[in-house]
């Protein structure tokens, strides 16, 4: 009694709450997963690719070891399909709905908990904010899956593509790039396809564009009203769209074997595509073995980059991004303070914009060296892979399948980390060994440059 009393009194940080739930599902799945009539065979798929799969599913990444449609039956189509759902709209919301579903009254320590797992400024509005993510994620897969089926059905008959429809219309909002298309092609087969491409394309967008921001979209309709989250947001994510469409079509347009043979709607097309689903989707609609070495370079970038804070996408997030620039275009003009949008930045969100880039930088980093040392490969395709499994996105040079069991078990972590994101990790870590102090020491100048 006294044991049970004692776990009853702990009172688990946000950080906390979010690690432990993450891998509470994952681990569930990966069990899940692992269950022979999971696979087509009818033997279990090994626990560690299991884990991998679920990993891959609850962080929406899309990396996989084993073609999802090939490999797994409809039990674990649809095993993956509940973890990628519940892994993009975070265990945080998932509980809340829930919690509304049987009536039960949210309280002010757990609406605090939801504030902080969404990353929202205030306490105010965070029930009603999660009750609009619920109806608006619903909302927006059903009218893509709709869509999507003007084209799937007539391929796929009924029953299949409406379940293909389904099941890719919740793949592209979560940005979690899983495909059942076959044979590892992911949407390479609809690279001329404007209502597959484009419907996927912009529930991608949505997705990434983060919860909060299209919440104030839709309630204040007006840019010049949006806080400065969502500017930055919408800033860098249309500077970063429009700016990898024209490298994409520069690099591409002419490359035999990937644009070149394709026509003039074919390549404005696919370049579109391949600009969005580096932020953070995964899908594809040309080889990616075959892209330009710097088309390969811009993805990297933008799949460490990443989407919007608080929605279904991973990586830095393009807010942190906007901070950190917005950080270093002041200090070039001689301000002591970090501006924006005509908006003073507090110096704790530079502060901690900085140490979630340094993290991650120093998280992939080690991730490139272990499997530098455990895979047999080409740096560029571990550096591509490491950082997709960071940036949750999916893509891939072809190494996945063919990684050794320390490297899955690696890309498994890295993949978890990305989701959660690395400053989260490390202060559910940190929190309970922090001591608070009452000594402020003095200032002194380092020579830095």
Not at 426 to 435: K, P, S, T
Request: net charge positive; hydrophobic share 55%.
């Amino acid at each position: 009694m006294n044991a049970v009393r004692k776990f009853r009194q702990i009172h688990l940080t946000t950080a906390e709450i979010l690690v432990l739930g993450f891998a509470l599902v994952i681990l569930i799945g990966a069990l899940l997963l692992n269950l022979p009539f999971a696979s087509k065979s009818g033997d279990s798929v090994g626990f560690v690719n299991a884990l991998f799969t679920a990993a891959s599913s609850v962080a929406v990444t899309g990396l996989v070891v084993v073609d999802t449609l090939t490999h797994w039956t409809t039990f674990g189509h649809v095993v993956i399909l509940i973890l990628i759902q519940i892994g993009g709209l975070g265990i945080i919301t998932m509980g809340t709905l829930f919690a509304l579903i049987i009536g039960r009254r949210i309280t002010f320590r757990q609406r605090v908990v939801m504030q902080e797992a969404m990353n929202k400024i205030t306490v105010g509005g965070v029930v009603r904010l999660a009750r609009y993510i619920l109806i608006m994620t619903f909302v927006v897969e059903g009218i893509g899956a709709i869509i999507l089926a003007t084209r799937f059905i007539p391929i796929y008959g009924v029953g299949q593509g409406i379940w293909l429809s389904v099941f890719h219309s919740v793949s592209a909002f979560c940005n979690a790039g899983f495909d059942l298309i076959g044979n590892f092609q992911s949407l390479t087969p609809f690279v001329n396809d404007p209502v597959v491409t484009l419907t996927v394309a912009m529930l991608i967008i949505i997705g990434g564009l983060g919860f909060v921001v299209i919440f104030e979209l839709l309630e204040k309709k007006s840019l010049k009203r949006l806080s400065l989250h969502s500017k930055i947001a919408i800033s860098m994510t249309a500077f970063l769209l429009v700016l990898g469409y024209i490298i994409v079509l520069a690099l591409e347009f002419n490359n035999p074997e990937t644009m070149g043979n394709l026509s003039i709607g074919g390549k404005l097309l696919s370049g579109f595509f391949h600009s969005v689903t580096p932020r953070t989707a995964g899908f594809n609609t040309l080889p990616m073995d075959k892209l330009m070495l710097g088309t390969i370079v811009m993805t990297m970038i933008f799949m460490f980059i990443g989407a919007g804070t608080a929605g279904t996408a991973g990586g830095v997030k393009v807010t942190t991004v906007g901070v950190i620039v917005a950080s270093i275009v002041s200090t070039l003009k001689g301000r002591k303070e970090t501006e924006s949008f005509n908006r003073k930045l507090p110096r704790d969100l530079v502060n901690k914009s900085l140490a979630i880039i340094t993290l991650a930088m120093l998280w992939v980093i080690t991730v490139i060296f272990i499997l530098s040392i455990t895979e047999d490969a080409p740096l560029q395709v571990i550096v591509f892979e490491a950082i997709s499994a960071f940036g949750t996105v999916g893509l891939s040079l072809g190494i996945t399948t063919q990684l050794s069991v320390v490297g899955k078990l690696v890309i498994t972590i890295t993949m978890f980390v990305g989701r959660i994101g690395p400053l989260t990790l490390f202060m559910a870590l940190a929190q309970r060994r922090q001591v608070t102090t009452a000594i402020s020491y003095p200032d002194e100048e380092i020579m830095i440059g």
